[in-house]
Each structure stands twice: as structure tokens, then as C-alpha cells.
């Protein structure tokens, strides 16, 4: 039954001038070729037409992305996640297009150095988005690129909203100094500027 509706739009397809309609077609036949058939190429082939004919429909981009997760084709995936970001309409939503894309990188392809790379383009666009910030800071540590964390870590502190959280940055610096670094005259010089702040943190007194 489903075949017999495929061939019924594919035929529709021949009849039809309007674009927008078109697209609407190759939409719903890709829908219908991947829910009810399985059939994983033609619903690529039709979302890949779609978008041919609608270089920035959503519905497609989207339908695409979530196409390649399943057959976990990670890069794939990412290419269009891109084109999404380049489409859009302001910076902070094509931040978070591309924190999307970093994470996918790093939880389902494994590729952590393009993570970081993704991350590190969208903090260009956008240095003051917070929590794109705090997953490149996240992703550094569990990279051990100490040297890159040092310096997002003082992006953080810059941002930071009170004298705590500053204080909480700056600590986690000279831990980074000292303990992974082994830069000991950097550690003390962050540890003064927590007591330039506190002059009573304990941390920073030992």
C-alpha cells in the first residue's frame, strides 16, 4: 500500500511546477520511504531533492541529520548540522547549531580535536556564550589540553558573575598550573589574584 502511495507522488512530481509544492512532495515521500519502507536511500534522495529545490528548508536539514544519526554517518550528519548554522538568522542560534554539532563529534563520532575545533569557531562568533563555554572548558579537561584550559578557564573568570564564581575559576587555574603545568611561580601568581579578592581564602594562603 505504501509503494502504491510513493508511486502516486513520485508520479504527482511530473505534474507539478510550483516549488514549494515539489518540496512538500519530496518531504512526504522521504517520510514515508523511511517510516513505512525502510528504505534509507530513496528517503535521502528525496530529502536531498527537496533541499535542492529549497537550499534552506529546515524540515529536510533536519529529517537529513537525524537520517545519518541513525545509520551513524557522524560526519555526514555534521555537513548538514553546518549548513544549518550557516542559515541562520542570528549568532546565537548559529552557536548553538554548532555546539550541537561539537557534541555529536564528541559523544557518537569519538573525534574530540574536531569537537574542540567547532567549539573553538563558535566561541569566535559568540566569546560571551556561556554555555558553549562551559562544554569547550568541559571537553578540554577531559582532553588534558591544559595549556588550551588555562586560557578558556580565564575567558570563564572574566565572565564569571560574582567574586565567587571568580574565585572558583581562578583556583581551578592554579590547580591546572601546578599540578598538571607543573608551572609553580604561574600557580602562586593565580593564587594571589584569588587573595586579591579574598584575602582570606584559605586555598590561596597554604
Request: glycine share 4%; hydrophobic share 45%.
Amino acid at each position: 500500500m505504501v509503494d502504491i502511495v510513493i508511486e502516486a507522488y513520485e508520479d504527482a512530481l511530473g505534474f507539478v511546477g510550483e516549488t514549494s509544492r515539489m518540496t512538500h512532495l519530496h518531504l512526504r515521500i522521504a517520510a514515508l520511504a523511511k517510516t513505512h519502507g525502510d528504505d534509507f536511500a530513496a528517503a535521502e534522495s528525496h530529502l536531498k531533492r527537496a533541499l535542492d529545490l529549497d537550499g534552506q528548508n529546515e524540515e529536510a536539514i533536519e529529517a537529513l541529520v537525524a537520517l545519518f544519526v541513525e545509520a551513524e554517518r557522524w560526519n555526514d550528519a555534521v555537513d548538514y548540522l553546518e549548513k544549518k548554522a550557516a542559515a541562520a538568522d542570528d549568532a546565537e542560534e548559529r552557536v548553538s547549531i554548532m555546539a550541537r554539532s561539537a557534541r555529536l563529534l564528541e559523544e557518537s563520532a569519538g573525534d574530540t580535536p574536531a569537537a574542540l575545533e567547532v567549539y573553538r569557531r563558535a566561541l569566535e562568533l559568540l566569546p560571551e556564550h556561556g554555555p558553549t563555554l562551559e562544554a569547550y572548558v568541559a571537553l578540554l579537561e577531559r582532553a588534558a589540553d591544559w595549556e588550551t584550559l588555562v586560557g578558556a578557564l580565564r575567558r570563564q573568570g572574566e565572565l564569571a558573575e560574582d567574586d565567587a564564581a571568580r574565585i572558583t575559576v581562578l583556583r581551578r587555574i592554579a590547580q591546572v598550573h601546578e599540578q598538571e603545568l607543573e608551572q609553580h611561580d604561574a600557580a602562586v601568581a593565580t593564587y594571589r589574584e584569588v587573595l586579591d579578592i579574598d584575602a582570606q581564602d584559605s586555598d590561596a594562603l597554604r
